[in-house]
């Protein structure tokens, strides 16, 4: 435990990319299994302890200090483990046993043991300690390192490419001993079964036309909608039909009706829509299932969805992986050229010229899509997000003008700062009425400003929320706009965000919500 | 009844404490300049606190000085002004505002652990206690600082081929972390920002040793390995700091306390070393002046005002424009 919390504290105040990668190596070497295996989960988010969440730390710094006080101070810090390492009082020897000793006693512990267990602990830790050990439980560490870093730690330090790990990652298990192994030329590359396991996805990256599109030849592209649903893996084989997001969480069971039907084998991506026979409906719609755990046949009904194929991984026991995206195309076609419903082929765009996908992209009446997609067409399929492969080309954003109302303290690198804000408009009684709340767009100079804003301007607190007087306006940059009866607007904004901070623009120039309902909705 | 308002003015005597506007009459507690301004017509203080606001803006930044040693009083009308340690810097007092009738101290910045370089802290029973709150929240319970200077010099000791800069507010910060480092043993030069030599001179002449210091310019270029440079928190990521090679940057402050926040700076080393006082100090002085009436100046008030109204201390939190609250690079 104690090298795990160096190596955090260490990660934590070190900016630099390869001393980074440097400290993990470091530990990787010097730490003993099954040890080292632990704190790898630990650090690509993938160590699941169902008994303890951040609640319970919560409950228990409760019982030793005034629960205002506590709320004051996380709210100041901004980041749970260490608002209850810092309030956490007691005698502080630092012998705190190893990480892996320490995981499975906690695991042993039966649950009336395992409050008094993890009090000791507390107590026998340093603050660093504390820390890193409350991180392990209270979900994402916010220390700087991505699991990707990680990744590219093991990469190096096993002198292997980091895509020969990302294509097995899913397949590894805890604690990582064969992996280990395999890095340190002691044994053979772990072998994965393809159809049990989530592969990273490819991504794309935003299009920037003068960097991007100037020189390159439209022949050398295809041109797809980027719908506007969730992207799915569809991981299919004799026993059945997997179904996973983007980061490889499951979410077959939201969608039974849809795992119940695809029959074959292969590993398919592709878009998850609202809507029946290949008409998709807006991504609000869909929400209304993604919310769902698990859906009632009823309401599946009411709420059907299908899925918009694009590419294929795996087909017939082939790893396609590596083949053109036009050879990719070709599988998918004559897969595709029978019915397959709930899947459907994506449909590509015919173009010639990069003028005419402009247009396409910014049809605004339909909702269904968010743009197009360039893609590359020699390209493999590789996981993560690769240069100049993958372009992802969105609509025009839409503008709105709002005044600020509240303000919230961020989380992580910006817990200093009021970074959260909640905007909004007058409706017809004149009242002022949140539709959306924001927390980019602005430059590092604009956040100190708005921060002073709302500290000086400050009328009212509300727990962390302040309200602020009611005279900054913004303009709000946003996808889309959509109905909605969860708000008192009545209205929803889809990725607001801030373009530009009008300190001189008066509030009573500002559109009314009549007059945004009337140019946005109708 | 003494009659003080939520500006620091008292109206009886028609005299300002801390202001940040020139005035007729001001009373500093001391030197930093969000409680020290240039162009006051009377300024009352300690003498050090009135050589350091010459030094920094110049013998003629008042019309005239009038000094107190601490523990002594004078006479302004009605009201007796006595000023106490307040343990912050060197000079930095606290105000008793005394009548027959009421005692009111206000303590500008103040710490009250033992800093054996400074006249120890005092605490000054009162009715109404002015008080600070930079650290306000229970989370700032600072180590001893010697801890955090050993911490320093054994990463010194390891890495001898980078150059250690430690952000560290030019007028009492900084002479306290070389005094700290000299008491640890430390004998190298140190080398120092220009914008604080004259400080640490008039530190000198006060007989607070701080062994030999150099100007960190480009002369000295070749000499920075393995050394230890100290500048003000705003030269750290200022093109200044881009004349030394492999620097590790270090900073000096209360605020390092939170990891988060070292982080956001990217402090590589931070050093949990303040001039303030922690959630325990402030309480506790709290308790020991006895105060039934509380008002917080500036920094965390919420908390603080919380903890007095649970123990039934009445507190009110003046919010005190100009005192920054958040201490960044």
């Known amino acids: 435990m104690k090298a795990f919390s160096n190596l955090l504290s260490d990660l934590i105040l070190t900016s630099s990319r390869n001393r980074k990668l440097a400290l993990l190596e470091q530990y990787f070497s010097s730490t003993p299994d099954p040890d080292r295996g632990y704190a790898l989960a630990a650090l690509t988010g993938s160590l699941n302890f169902k008994n303890i969440k951040a609640s319970f730390f919560k409950d228990l710094i409760k019982e030793k200090q005034d629960e205002h006080l506590f709320e004051l101070s996380y709210d100041y810090v901004g980041d749970l483990a260490e608002t209850i390492s810092l309030l956490w009082d007691q005698e502080k020897s630092g012998n705190m046993p190893r990480l892996s000793y320490l995981f499975e006693n906690l695991k042993k512990a039966k649950t009336d043991e395992l409050k008094n267990y993890i009090i000791n602990i507390l107590n026998i830790s340093t603050g660093d300690q504390r820390w890193a050990f409350i991180k392990l439980f209270t979900g994402g560490l916010r220390i700087g390192v991505s699991s990707r870093l990680v990744k590219q730690a093991l990469a190096n330090y096993g002198d292997v490419d980091l895509d020969e790990i990302e294509k097995i990652w899913h397949g590894l298990h805890f604690p990582y001993i064969n992996l280990f192994l395999w890095l340190e030329n002691k044994g053979s590359k772990p072998k994965i079964s393809i159809y049990d396991i989530f592969h990273p996805m490819m991504l794309a990256h935003p299009l920037v036309m003068e960097k991007d599109l100037v020189t390159a030849n439209p022949k050398d592209f295809v041109a797809e909608y980027k719908w506007d649903g969730i992207r799915v893996q569809i991981v299919s084989h004799g026993e059945g039909c997997r179904l996973y997001s983007r980061t490889g969480d499951e979410v077959s069971n939201s969608f039974p009706e849809i795992i119940k039907t695809i029959q074959g084998n292969f590993v398919l991506d592709g878009e998850l829509l609202a809507g029946i026979n290949n008409d998709p409906k807006t991504f609000n719609d869909l929400q209304q299932r993604l919310n769902k755990k698990a859906p009632s046949e009823k309401f599946i009904k009411k709420n059907p969805c299908f899925i918009k194929v694009y590419d294929v991984l795996f087909f017939n026991g082939d790893d396609l992986r590596d083949k053109t995206l036009i050879e990719r195309k070709k599988v998918l076609n004559s897969y595709f050229s029978t019915n397959r419903s709930p899947m459907f082929l994506s449909e590509t765009i015919d173009f010639k010229d990069w003028r005419f996908l402009d247009k396409i992209r910014d049809i605004s009446n339909k909702q269904i899509h968010e743009g197009v997609m360039i893609k590359l067409v020699s390209s493999p399929y590789i996981a993560g997000r690769p240069r100049g492969k993958w372009f992802k080309w969105k609509r025009n954003p839409k503008n709105v003008d709002a005044i600020i109302m509240y303000a919230q303290r961020g989380h992580g690198k910006r817990s200093s700062f009021y970074s959260d804000y909640t905007f909004g408009v007058f409706n017809k009684e004149k009242e002022l009425v949140p539709i959306g709340k924001a927390y980019s767009g602005f430059s590092d100079e604009e956040l100190n400003k708005l921060d002073k804003f709302v500290r000086t301007k400050t009328i009212n607190r509300f727990g962390p929320v302040r309200e602020v007087e009611k005279t900054l306006v913004v303009e709000i940059a946003f996808d889309e706009m959509s109905l909605s009866n969860r708000h008192k607007s009545g209205i929803a904004l889809r990725f607001p965000r801030f373009k530009r901070i009008r300190w001189d623009k008066p509030t009573n120039e500002v559109e009314t919500l009549e007059q945004i309902r009337k140019s946005f909705l109708e | ?329």
Not at chain 2, 23 to 28: D, H, L, M, N, Y
Not at chain 2, 191 to 197: A, E, I, L, R, Y
Not at chain 2, 297 to 321: F, N, V
Request: hydrophobic share 35%.
């Open chain 2, 1 to 329: 009844m003494i009659s003080i308002d939520n500006k620091l003015y008292i109206k009886d005597i028609d005299t300002y404490i801390d202001p940040f506007f020139p005035v007729e009459r001001a009373i500093i507690t001391h030197g930093h300049a969000d409680h020290a301004r240039a162009g006051h017509k009377h300024v009352l203080c300690t003498p050090e606190t009135s050589e350091i606001m010459k030094i920094r803006y110049g013998e003629n930044c008042a019309s005239s000085f009038q000094t107190i040693k601490y523990g002594h009083s004078v006479k302004i009308g009605k009201i007796s002004v006595t000023l106490y340690p307040a343990g912050h810097i060197l000079g930095s007092a606290q105000v008793l505002l005394e009548t027959p009738k009421d005692r009111i101290v206000v303590t500008g910045d103040y710490k009250t652990i033992l800093d054996r370089h400074l006249d120890p802290f005092e605490v000054v029973p009162c009715d109404l206690l002015i008080t600070e709150a930079t650290f306000g929240l229970p989370i700032f319970k600072f180590n001893k600082p010697e801890m955090e200077i050993e911490r320093l010099l054994d990463n010194i000791s390891k890495h001898r081929e980078n150059t250690f800069l430690i952000g560290a507010y030019s007028l009492g910060k900084a002479q306290r972390i070389i005094w700290l480092l000299r008491e640890a043993g430390f004998s190298d030069d140190i080398f120092v920002h220009g914008s604080m030599d004259k400080l640490c001179d008039f530190y000198q002449s006060k007989g607070i040793r701080l062994g030999t210091l150099r100007k960190a310019t480009l002369d000295n270029k070749k000499d920075f390995k393995g050394k230890i440079i100290v500048a003000p928190p705003s030269a750290l990521k200022d093109r200044w700091s881009r004349r030394f090679e492999n620097i590790t940057r270090c900073y000096a402050s209360g605020w390092m306390q939170v990891k988060q926040r070292a982080k956001q700076s990217q402090i590589e080393i931070p050093l949990v070393i303040s001039d303030h006082s922690d959630w325990n100090e402030l309480t506790n002085t709290i308790k020991q002046t006895g105060a039934q009436k509380v008002w917080i100046t500036h920094g965390r008030e919420d908390a603080l005002k919380y903890w007095c109204e649970k123990i039934g201390i009445q507190a009110e939190p003046l919010s005190l424009q100009h005192r920054d609250e958040r201490n960044e690079l």
